[in-house]
């Protein structure tokens, strides 16, 4: 591994954990050369999983676009990143045992607004309201009488 600091590729683990429900590897390393620390991450390889979005183009699913998309819903709510990084890596992991290579944008959002709506009616609103295109406030007025 070459270090961040002083780019030399002579190090050693001085630590390894299990991260992320055991699906990574966090390892702590010295650089032998420098006598700096730094982390490393190592993660099993994704499949290639493609997302068919609504208009039928392909791209290729998007861990950190799914996160970026529930912290979005989530600003200024009571809900923490651990538990938004517990929710991605659900549905990444349901999405990858269901899934072999393609999956409607649609279902994502599906699992996405039942994980928010338990978890918070704000959150859940926000997303909806992003996911179903909402364009009117009738349209937000039925979603919130739904919540009831």
């Given at each position: 591994m070459v270090c961040p600091y002083c780019g030399k590729n002579n190090d050693k683990v001085v630590?390894?954990?299990?991260?992320n429900k055991g699906n990574a590897i966090?390892?702590?390393?010295l650089c032998l050369n420098c006598n700096r620390r730094f982390t490393t991450l190592e993660e099993i390889e994704d499949k290639n999983l493609y997302v068919i979005k609504s208009d039928n183009r392909r791209e290729l699913f998007?861990?950190?676009k799914l996160q970026k998309g529930i912290q979005i819903a989530c600003s200024k709510r009571p809900v923490s990143v651990q538990k938004i990084d517990e929710i991605v890596t659900e549905?990444?992991?349901q999405l990858n045992a269901k899934f072999v290579k393609e999956v409607k944008s649609r279902t994502i959002g599906e699992l996405?607004?039942?994980k928010l709506k338990k978890l918070d009616e704000v959150a859940y609103v926000r997303f909806a309201s992003v996911y179903r295109k909402f364009?009117?406030?009738n349209e937000f007025i039925q979603e919130l009488t739904k919540l009831k």
């Amino acid at each position: 591994m070459v270090c961040p600091y002083c780019g030399k590729n002579n190090d050693k683990v001085v630590d390894s954990r299990s991260w992320n429900k055991g699906n990574a590897i966090r390892r702590r390393r010295l650089c032998l050369n420098c006598n700096r620390r730094f982390t490393t991450l190592e993660e099993i390889e994704d499949k290639n999983l493609y997302v068919i979005k609504s208009d039928n183009r392909r791209e290729l699913f998007n861990r950190k676009k799914l996160q970026k998309g529930i912290q979005i819903a989530c600003s200024k709510r009571p809900v923490s990143v651990q538990k938004i990084d517990e929710i991605v890596t659900e549905i990444e992991n349901q999405l990858n045992a269901k899934f072999v290579k393609e999956v409607k944008s649609r279902t994502i959002g599906e699992l996405v607004s039942k994980k928010l709506k338990k978890l918070d009616e704000v959150a859940y609103v926000r997303f909806a309201s992003v996911y179903r295109k909402f364009q009117d406030k009738n349209e937000f007025i039925q979603e919130l009488t739904k919540l009831k």
